[in-house]
T-cell receptor, first 115, second 114 residues
Framework: GENVEQHPSTLSVQEGDSAVIKCTYS??????FPWYKQELGKRPQLIID?????GEKKDQRIAVTLNKTAKHFSLHITETQPEDSAVYFC??????????????FGTGTRLTIIP | EAGVAQSPRYKIIEKRQSVAFWCNPI?????LYWYQQILGQGPKLLIQ????????DSQLPKDRFSAERLKGVDSTLKIQPAKLEDSAVYLC????????????FGPGTRLTVT
């Protein structure tokens, strides 16, 4: 099955600086890579995703890059703000029978923005 | 639109007791997921339904966990008997039509087994 590794497990950055979180995956057939943000005590929410036919996607201060050859993808947050403090999870799809797929999540990165 | 609903929000039971969780997904969402999230870890998929059929339950401890999705809408997850290591947050999520669509998570049920 799919194995998704995520690092670092914790990351502290000064407000206004950039943060980068990296993930690797094992299944070369994976083709969808979402990122979820989970604030303390709240449910995970999708913040950005990328499909295998593109190498980069941006949405305001966040961007995701994908390198299918190396089987890794990264989340980039620029101009960080206090509200970016949360746990971030990457995920990758794994093919199942009859065209179905499931997500495998990484172990999470706790991002702390220092004012 | 209404979000994913779960109940109860919190549950404390003793080991070897049984417990059941309920989930009501977003209307029209064909895919429903149950995840187990242990403190400090990522969500681990227990079971995934497409309408009322099981798509994947490879990580569901079937000797103690069971789940069903009634008429392709609501779902229940049961643990019987519970073990200490079952202490976790149980998250239900739904998506429109499979894992490549955004998954909307419910608030979760925090289970403590003593």
């Amino acid at each position: 099955g799919e194995n998704v590794e995520q690092h670092p497990s914790t990351l502290s950055v000064q407000e206004g600086d950039s943060a980068v979180i990296k993930c690797t995956y094992s299944d070369s057939a994976s083709n969808y890579f979402p990122w979820y943000k989970q604030e303390l005590g709240k449910r995970p929410q999708l913040i950005i995703d990328i499909r295998s036919n593109v190498g980069e996607k941006k949405d305001q201060r966040i961007a995701v890059t994908l390198n299918k050859t190396a089987k890794h993808f990264s989340l980039h947050i620029t101009e960080t703000q206090p509200e970016d403090s949360a746990v971030y999870f990457c995920a990758a799809t794994e093919a199942l029978h009859f065209g179905n797929e499931k997500l495998t999540f990484g172990t999470g990165t706790r991002l702390t923005i220092i004012p | 639109e209404a979000g994913v609903a779960q109940s109860p929000r919190y549950k404390i039971i003793e080991k070897r007791q049984s417990v059941a969780f309920w989930c009501n997904p977003i209307s029209g969402h064909a895919t429903l997921y149950w995840y187990q999230q242990i403190l400090g870890q990522g969500p681990k998929l227990l079971i995934q339904f497409q309408n009322n059929g099981v798509v994947d339950d490879s990580q569901l401890p079937k000797d103690r966990f069971s789940a069903e999705r009634l008429k392709g809408v609501d779902s229940t997850l049961k643990i019987q008997p519970a073990k200490l290591e079952d202490s976790a947050v149980y998250l239900c999520a739904s998506s429109l039509a499979g894992a490549r669509y955004e998954q909307y998570f419910g608030p979760g049920t925090r289970l403590t087994v003593t």
